[in-house]
């Protein structure tokens, strides 16, 4: 039997644009995406803290460094610049996989330049160091 478990999450991250007129998608800087393992193009479920919206789309890398999180296409009438956002992506494993499983987290302060815990295996210290200054 397989479970779909959660693979990663970003929390409490800040939307810093959305662009109506864009094919659609969730661009996420790409240091935070290294950060936690998560790839080009995989499927995410986001949480609109704010406002309570919930959808599907696909994250794509932004410029490292950036800080973006930008909500393009049709999502982008779900939230706007300031909301808080949780991005979650899941895996399907066996019972016995899943319960040996610990998810890559990251959570955020306030604004994303600093994060108030890192839960992950594949961290870069690089990436990670940037954030703690």
Partial sequence: MQLEILRTKILRAEVTDAQLHYEGSLAI????MQMIGMLPNEKIL???????????????PAP?????????????????????I????????????????????????????????????VAPAEIVAKFKQ
């Avoid at 800080?67 to 009438?77: I, Y």
């Avoid at 494993?93 to 306030?110: D, I, N």
């Fill in 29 to 32: 800087d790409s240091e935070i």
């Fill in 46 to 60: 986001v949480g609109n803290i704010s406002n309570g919206h919930r959808f599907e789309t696909y994250a794509i």
């Fill in 64 to 84: 490292a460094g950036s800080r973006e999180f930008c909500l393009n296409g049709a999502v982008a009438h779900l939230g706007k610049v300031g909301d808080l």
């Fill in 86 to 121: 949780v991005i979650m992506s899941f895996a399907h494993m066996e019972e016995a996989e899943a319960l040996k499983w610990t998810p890559r987290v990251v959570v955020f302060g306030e604004g994303n330049s600093k994060i108030v815990k890192l839960q992950s295996d």
